[in-house]
């Protein structure tokens, strides 16, 4: 008697179960990766459009009082409030006087100050485990950008 079909006892009855094994994992890691990718590469396009926005309207003359730290703080405020709420990003100002070159009696212009504006994201997930496994991804990717306003002379970009 002849059966018709496969027959159950030869070896490459469960090829496909492995493969499937192998595929999953692999497919979910490619998938978070380009989730991650996705997201970083709008969170960057955003903060480079707000970031110099913010720099050119709070940075060159601050509400309020006239110092650098005022500058950095509404910098930083005008930029985290146009990113919006994500736990995946964190956002830093910082300022820095700029000199004149040394050997110079006069400077041209002497309230050249560097914004530079940073985004740290971190990616998804930061902590996972998986059966009694756990995994860490204590790194962050920044990007930065950088701006030099006269704090004083609205309109005056380098």
């Not at 978070?32 to 459009?49: G, K, Q, S, V």
């Not at 309230?111 to 009694?132: D, E, I, K, N």
């Amino acid at each position: 008697m002849r059966m018709l079909g496969k027959n159950p006892l030869r070896p490459e009855s469960g090829q496909m179960s492995v493969e499937v094994a192998v595929i999953i994992p692999l497919a979910l890691v490619v998938a978070i990766t380009m989730a991650n990718i996705m997201e970083y590469l709008a969170c960057c396009a955003l903060f480079d459009r707000a970031s110099l926005d913010a720099v050119l309207a709070h940075g060159v003359s601050p509400a309020g009082l006239q110092t650098e730290l005022a500058a950095v703080a509404e910098v930083e405020s005008a930029i985290e409030e146009a990113m919006g709420e994500n736990p995946a990003i964190s956002i830093e100002v910082s300022a820095t006087a700029l000199s004149s070159p040394s050997g110079s009696l006069v400077s041209l212009s002497p309230h050249l100050t560097r914004f530079t504006c940073a985004l740290r994201f971190r990616p998804w997930p930061q902590h996972l485990r998986l059966a009694g496994v756990s995994m860490d991804a204590p790194f962050e990717i920044v990007h930065t950008r950088s701006l030099v306003v006269d704090r004083y002379r609205p309109g005056v970009v380098m």
